[in-house]
Every structure is written in C-alpha cells, then in structure tokens.
C-alpha cells in the first residue's frame, strides 16, 4: 500500500509517524516552502497525548511544554476575581498530565523530528494540482509537474484544503463573527496558573507555555469579518481588552510591535458526510475546523490521523476503511464543534441578562458540565 499525504501540520505529520510505524508506505508533500509556524501556543489535552503514545512523543513534549498545575486551571470575571476552577482528568495515564500548554512552534519541531526518525521524507512547496481516481488507485499530478499512483490520499492540509477544494468545492470555511488575538510574552511575577478572563463581548485567556513564557489568548466580536493593517495590529489589541484586570494591563502594555500579534479571524468548517470520495479522505481541520473554545481542534486532527493508520493496517479493503472510519469520527468531532461553540456564544453574549445567566453557569455549573465533557472525551477512540 502506497499512501499519499497532503499536508505536513499536527494532523500530517501524527498520520505519516503513525503509518511508518505499520509498516505503511507514505509520501507527504506540504504547500508551503518553508515553515513559519503561525500562531502561539496551544492545548494538548489529554485525549490527544492518549493519542500521540502511539507514535512515540508524549515524553519529548510534557519536557517542552508547561503541564497545568495540579491539573485545573482558573476562570475569573473581567476584574481578576475568581469565579470557578475546572479539573481536567488525566485521560492518557495517571503519571502523564492531563493538559500540556505547549508553544505551536515547540509541537511542530517534536513533530517533525518524529517524521524524520521514522524515515518520512517530506517534499516542501508541493501540493496537488489534480487527482484521478479509479477503482484501484488515484493518480496525483503535483504542482512541481510530478505525476505518481497512489492506493489512497488523505487530505491533511488544513483549513484552506487544496484537496477539499478538490473533492468538495462548494464547501468552504465560514467565518462565526469572533476572532483570535495571540501574542507570547514573559511571565508575570506571581501568576500560577492558566487563567481564563471573562468580559463583556470578549474573553482573555493566559497561558504559561514554558518556562518565562506566556501567551495571552484574547478572543472579541469582530462584526463583518474586518481586515486589518499590520501596524494597527498592537493597539487594537491592547483596546479589545482593555476592561480586563488582574495580569491583564501589564501584559497588555507590552503588545507594542505588529510582529508580536497573531490575529485570526475564527472559522469553521462542517463538511457533510461523508468526507471522503472514493480512495481520498479528509482529516482534521480539513473537514472539521472549530471554534478555539474547547481547544480541542489539534486534539481531533490527531484521533483522526491515528485512527485511520490502525484501521489501514487491519488489512481491510480501502472501500471499508474509509466508511467505518467516518461512523466512528463524525460523532466525535461534532460533538466537540457544537460544545464549543456552544461555549463560545455563552462566553461572549453582552446583555444583562446573558452576563446573568453566564455568571450563574460558571460558579454553580462550569465544574461539573466540564467533568461530563471530559468523561465523554475519555471514551477510547479506538476500538
């Protein structure tokens, strides 16, 4: 079996280490010509560290990473003042932490050091430019003029998917009116743990990522999906959150060059079943990209990528693989999309009476609603 991997982030990379790892052959080929890794830092949860013992990482990125203190984080109002402490269970094993706040860049070099050792070979700035099916196989013609025969190809290449486009071109991501705003910075004396504010319209998250290392990660309505110029970017910032107190104002003061800022405006993409056509499948943001608040898209992309390897190297026919595969992701993942942006528009609604019931949810049903979310995401994922 020869397998064609298009796309080389989280999903990508999770996927070509967990079919070497069987004996599977793969290439993989990523758009991108070199990689300058957006973004600040992210979550991997417990669900995705069960998964990454598959391929052999845990160790190298609890060592990269920050592990939440005593597994809980904490959620304030807009002044700093506590309201709840959620607890995350440790779903991967009792000596593995249940949450490991980790920069994005840090996860991709434990990554790709992963691929590399497993003998993967990774063709930078190449995607595909067409594929051909037939009963037996897909024949890729690649943008560099490469044209090669593959037993199946998997679609791992993000949100704006060259091979969702593809298969499916009607479907595109779709803007949820909310956007990301990440920076990474020092430390601030005294601050223990990972802390999520709530505003009014807005939230702001900080997040130890490493030893001396932050990130702050405010979310706000954006209204029309706006662009912005890359200078206005620190100011905006600093405004967007400027009701925030606690660690807030001193980490705010210094956003003060446009390079510090990630801003994303938040999508999402909710293919309809099946998400795949013929001998070419879909996975991870691909054909599920959600909302940042459960922090669980990384965590999704990789179940998706080792799921399928073990499925493959069952010895089932392609045909069977990809359905049986779909029946067990789609609950999965939808339940994570609508569960966080259900979270998402609670945390954000700017009525008196929405901060009313948001404030009633989070200090009398927060803990308990995140122990049932988590006891339905440590459910084995392989079966």
């Known amino acids: 079996m020869r397998i064609l991997v298009v796309g080389s982030g989280i999903a990508g990379q999770t996927l070509a280490c967990a079919l070497a790892k069987r004996g599977i052959a793969c290439d993989v080929v ?28 845990v160790e190298a990125i609890v060592a990269a990473g920050l592990p939440l203190a005593d597994d809980t984080s904490l ?31 840090a996860l991709h070099e434990i990554l790709a050091r992963a691929v590399e050792a497993a003998g993967v070979a990774v063709r930078m700035g190449v995607t595909v430019d067409a594929l051909a099916q037939a009963p037996d196989g897909v024949t890729a013609t690649f943008s560099d003029g490469r044209v090669d025969r593959y037993d199946l190809v998997v679609g791992a290449d993000g949100i704006r998917s060259r091979v969702r486009a593809l298969l499916f071109p009607a479907a595109q991501p779709q803007y949820t009116g909310y956007a990301n705003w990440r920076v990474i910075l020092p430390t601030p004396a005294g601050l223990e743990r990972t802390t999520w504010m709530m505003g009014t319209g807005t939230s702001f998250g900080i997040v130890p990522i490493a030893p001396g290392l932050v990130y702050i990660a405010g979310v706000s309505k954006e209204p029309g999906n706006p662009r912005f110029e890359r200078a206005e970017l620190p100011a905006l ?7 925030f107190g606690g660690f807030a104002p001193a980490l705010l003061a210094q956003v003060t060059a446009p390079d510090q800022v990630v801003y994303t405006p938040i ?59 779909m ?19 609670r945390s954000h609604e700017e009525s008196p009476e929405a901060l009313a019931a948001r404030e009633h949810y989070v200090r009398n049903l927060m803990v308990a609603d995140v122990a049932r979310r988590y006891a339905t995401l440590a459910e084995p994922f392989v079966w």
């Open 267 to 325: 999508e999402e993409v909710r293919l309809a079943p099946p998400w795949h056509k013929g001998r070419v499948v879909l996975v991870g943001d691909a054909a599920h990209a959600g909302t940042p608040f459960w922090a669980m898209g990384a965590t999704m992309a990789i179940e998706d990528a080792v799921l399928l390897a073990t499925l493959l190297a069952r010895g089932t026919p392609i045909e069977a693989v990809l359905p049986d595969w």
């Open 327 to 345: 029946a067990r992701r789609l609950p999965r993942c939808r339940f994570v999309q609508d569960g966080s942006l259900q979270t998402g528009r």
């Open 30 to 57: 990523e758009v991108k010509p070199a990689f300058d890794i957006a973004g600040a830092g992210l979550y991997v949860q417990g669900p995705a560290l069960r998964a990454f013992q598959d391929i052999g990482v």
């Open 75 to 105: 959620v304030t109002d807009s002044a700093g003042m506590p309201m709840a402490r959620p607890s995350y269970p440790r779903i991967a094993g009792p000596h593995i932490p249940s949450v490991v706040p980790i920069r994005r860049r």
């Open 237 to 243: 910032c600093r405004s967007r959150f400027a009701e």
